[in-house]
Every structure is written in C-alpha cells, then in structure tokens.
C-alpha cells in the first residue's frame, strides 16, 4: 500500500552532507525527514583523513571526534614513483578516523532529533512548488523543499539525467584496513604509476590505505594483489607497506566510476550539498571537509531565508549557488591542475625537483585546496 507523508524539508543520503545538514537544521522547528539506503556504521572507500577546517563547526554542533579516538595529524609526507620523498607540517592539520565511525557519530547524535527512514529514493519530482519522493520500498513524501546529499554517483543522477553521469568515468578506487607501523601524526601520499595511495592512521589504530587509479593502468593485471604488489610496489614504501601490512577487511572495498566532471548545486530546484554537487580530488584530502561545509552554508542560507516575511525559492537557490562557487570554485580547478601534474610521470619529476628546492611551495598548494576554519 502507498503511504504519504509530509515535510518541511527531505534529505536525500546521509553521508557526511546529509547527517550535517539534518544535525544543523534540527530544533529549527522544521518537520525534516532523511532518508538513506544503508544502515550505520558502515565502512566507506574514502582516504579517512579531514581538515581541521571543520572542526570548529563540528564542535559547535557538539561533535567531537577526538571523543572516539581520531589521530590528531600535522605532518604530510609525499612520495613519488623513484622513493623521492617531501615532508612538511600541514599548515591547518586534520585528523584520521573511519567513516564507520565519524558518519555513526554524528548518526547517533541526531537520531532522536529528526525522522531517519531506511530506504532508497527512486524519483523526485517537482510540481507546482512541491516536491514529491518515491522510494523502492513504495512509500510517497511531500516536501517544499529537497536536499541532495547522495554522493558522487547515484541512481537518482541517472533519473535526473545529470550531465555528468552520461559520461564514462576512468577512475575507480580501492581501500582497507591494516595492521602497520605507521607515525599516527602523518598523512602520507605515494605515487604510482596511473594513481596515488594515501596512508594514515584511524582511531583504531589501523592505517587506512586508500588508492584512486585508471581503470586502463589496473587492466593489465587484472585482480587486486597483483597490481598492488606488481605496478604499486614499483614505489620502494608502497612495495614495503604490502609486503609488511596485514589486512584488516577480509576483502578490500572498491568502487568505480569515480567522477570528476563539473556539477551545478542546485539542479531541478533540489539543492545539492556535499560530493552531489561536486567532488574534489582525492589527493587534496578535503572532500569531507567540503560536504561538511557545504552543509553548513546551504543550512545557514536556509535558516536565514526561512525567517524572511517573504520567502522566494528563486533567491535562496541563486544565494546558494553564488557562495558554492566563492566557496568551492577555486579549490575544485587548484585540485584539478595539481591531479593532471602529479599523474604525469614528466611533470611529477619536475614538480618533485622544484619542491625539493622550495619546500614552502606544498603548504602554500595545500592552502590554495582548504578554506579557513568558521563557525
Ligand atoms: C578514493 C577516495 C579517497 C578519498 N579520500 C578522502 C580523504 O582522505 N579526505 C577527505 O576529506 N575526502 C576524501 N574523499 C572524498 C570524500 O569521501 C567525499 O567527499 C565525502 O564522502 C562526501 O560526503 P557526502 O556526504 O557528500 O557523500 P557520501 O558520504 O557518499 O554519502 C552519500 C550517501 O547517500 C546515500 N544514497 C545514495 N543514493 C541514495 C538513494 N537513492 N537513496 C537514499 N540514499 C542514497 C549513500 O548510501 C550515502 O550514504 C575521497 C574520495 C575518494 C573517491
């Protein structure tokens, strides 16, 4: 049987985007509602590092993640392909710990708060100032307004048509747990050939090993062992870290398809929060932080245009996409350019050469990639 239900406002996925979202805006007096197709915890590919950017936000959402054990993280240590290797102090710093943990963490925190639905958004539709939801599970919400927090790639991209899901995409990603010795203060990035592996420690005292490569690179070899302990491992620490490091996850998680091509950040009248609206490399360490913070702008646009006398959707979605791109349309096309230079072998020699000569170039690229902490 169809059932109707009706909110104020629908989020659509709560990942980091969408817990935020539902965290900042619940005791607003608002009817919210989320829906997620997974349960809490769950592990997540993801490099498991976050900027300190966030931090003072979260706290001031009472979240802390230093209560369950995150690795406080100051140092960046990069590594090329010939076992160059660069050191430096994070110029803002960030933390490690796991998605199981940090998404169920803020889960936990605000699942008295609002509405949680376990389920799978099929269709959105908007008519006439609403918007109507369906769900595999055949249940219908009404909303005024939707917020998509579904990730990087979604069913309801493909139901939207969303530009970039028509494109194929040649990046997939791995990641897993391990036992290793690894300093707990550091992030570290090695390069391969066609990718790049980040390394750091969580709250359990395991070290994330997260990598993004070709689709083209990882063929030759087919299966995961042998491309790491065959292409990867032509990185003397990556050959180390595979030798040496015993696997957590009985089998390590992947996904393909990794995008990313531009989005717009509000599309059909749904504002898009978090990866939905646009993903930043992996190799900048900051796609968390950017959900987080992107559910921070739109909630405080949001709450400010609630309290107007006269609400108008038209200035609410323009105010939004305007600070996006102040926010996020730089740090988007730095991460791009840094993507192209580090996965060609040519230009990483060099890059690694004028770094060697001016270290002070790294925190500066690292700066040009984060925003500043806010509350
Ligand atoms: C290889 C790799 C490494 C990375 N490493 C880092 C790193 O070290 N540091 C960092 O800061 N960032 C990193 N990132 C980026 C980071 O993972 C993302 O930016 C972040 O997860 C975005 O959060 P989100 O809430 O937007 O999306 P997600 O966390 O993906 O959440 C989206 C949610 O929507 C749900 N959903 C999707 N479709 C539906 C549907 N139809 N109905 C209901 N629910 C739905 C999903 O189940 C999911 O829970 C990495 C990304 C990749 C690919």
């Given at each position: ?7 104020d406002l629908i989020i659509i996925g709560g990942g980091l985007a969408g817990l935020t979202t539902a965290l900042h805006l619940s005791n607003h007096n ?261 959900a987080i913070r992107s559910a921070q702008i739109f909630s405080n646009l949001f709450l400010e245009a609630m309290q107007k006398d006269c609400f108008n ?63």
């Amino acid at each position: 049987m169809v059932r109707k239900n009706k909110w104020d406002l629908i989020i659509i996925g709560g990942g980091l985007a969408g817990l935020t979202t539902a965290l900042h805006l619940s005791n607003h007096n608002l009817k919210i509602c989320l829906i997620e197709k997974n349960t809490y915890p769950n592990h997540k590919v993801c490099g498991e590092y976050v900027s300190n950017e966030i931090l003072p936000y979260l706290n001031s959402l009472n979240i802390d993640p230093f209560s369950i054990g995150a690795k406080k993280i100051t140092r960046f240590n990069i590594t090329n392909l010939e076992g160059t290797t660069l050191n430096t102090d994070l110029p803002l710093g960030g933390f490690g710990i796991s998605r199981y943990a940090f998404d169920n963490l803020i889960y936990e925190s605000l699942k008295n708060e609002i509405e949680i639905k376990f389920d799978t958004v099929e269709k959105i539709l908007f008519q006439d100032g609403n918007f109507k939801v369906s769900t595999q599970n055949k249940e219908i919400f009404t909303a005024e307004f939707v917020v998509g927090a579904f990730g990087k790639r979604s069913n309801i991209d493909s139901f939207l048509k969303r530009d970039f899901i028509l494109q194929k995409s040649p990046w997939l990603a791995v990641k897993g747990h391990y036992e290793f010795d690894f300093p707990e203060d550091t992030v570290a990035l090695h390069n391969f050939n066609g990718g790049y592996c980040g390394l750091s420690k969580i709250e359990t005292n395991a070290v994330n090993a997260c990598y993004l490569t070709t689709f083209k690179a990882f063929k030759k070899y087919g299966d995961i062992d042998s491309f790491q302990s065959n292409e990867m491992s032509k990185n003397p620490f990556l050959k180390e870290f595979y030798k040496t490091a015993k696997p957590i996850f009985e089998k390590s998680l992947t996904i393909s398809q990794v995008s990313f091509q531009k989005k717009k950040p509000v599309e059909n009248h749904i504002f898009m929060i978090g990866d939905s609206a646009g993903l930043i490399h992996p190799l900048c360490g900051n796609g968390m932080a950017m959900a987080i913070r992107s559910a921070q702008i739109f909630s405080n646009l949001f709450l400010e245009a609630m309290q107007k006398d006269c609400f108008n959707r038209n200035i609410l979605e323009v105010n939004y996409t305007r600070s996006w791109y102040n926010e996020f349309g730089k740090r988007l096309k730095t991460g791009r350019t840094i993507q192209s230079l580090l996965m060609n072998p040519h230009s990483s020699k060099i890059g690694f050469s004028v770094a060697k000569t001016f270290p002070s170039i790294i925190p500066i690229l690292i700066k040009k990639t984060h925003g500043s902490p806010t509350i």
